[in-house]
């Protein structure tokens, strides 16, 4: 059963910098497309979770939220089965728990949609202060 393991987070000051990484277990990691999400306090449904960043099975093509472009990068390495979310210039209303997410396989180009997602990991708390 495919398993994905989060790892960074954590605190930073606003204007401040932080990479989260995602690694997935027990597939062939190429065949995913990968995104990350986010979602608030209070936030407990899964339809709930924005957009951030995806990217394609090869990582060719990548996708952002207009609240996130221009300030997050997001990458993988196939051959260690990662996907990284680079967040730069951090804002307080970044403040949310990431989850990482694969896409169904063979899945062509890049979503937004949490439905075209079907396993996400544990989730990663990343708090900004102002």
């Known amino acids: 059963q495919v398993q994905l393991v989060q790892r960074g987070g954590g605190l930073v000051q606003a204007g401040g910098s932080l990479r989260i990484s995602c690694e997935v277990f027990?597939?062939?990691?190429?065949?995913?497309?990968m995104g990350w999400f986010r979602q608030g306090p209070g936030q407990e449904r899964l339809f709930e979770r924005e957009?951030?960043?995806?990217?394609?099975?090869?990582?060719?093509?990548?996708l952002f939220s207009d609240s996130v472009k221009g300030r997050f990068a997001i990458s993988r390495d196939n051959a260690k089965s990662t996907v990284f979310l680079q967040m730069n210039n951090l804002e307080p209303e970044d403040t949310a728990t990431y989850y990482c997410?694969?896409?169904?396989?063979?899945?062509?180009?890049?979503?937004?949609?949490?439905?075209?997602?079907?396993?996400w990991g544990q989730g990663i708390q990343v708090t900004v202060s102002s």
């Open positions: 997410a694969t896409s169904r396989e063979f899945a062509e180009g890049v979503s937004a949609s949490t439905a075209d997602f079907r396993a």
């Open positions: 027990e597939v062939d990691f190429a065949n995913y497309a």
């Open positions: 957009f951030v960043a995806g990217i394609s099975r090869t990582g060719g093509e990548s």
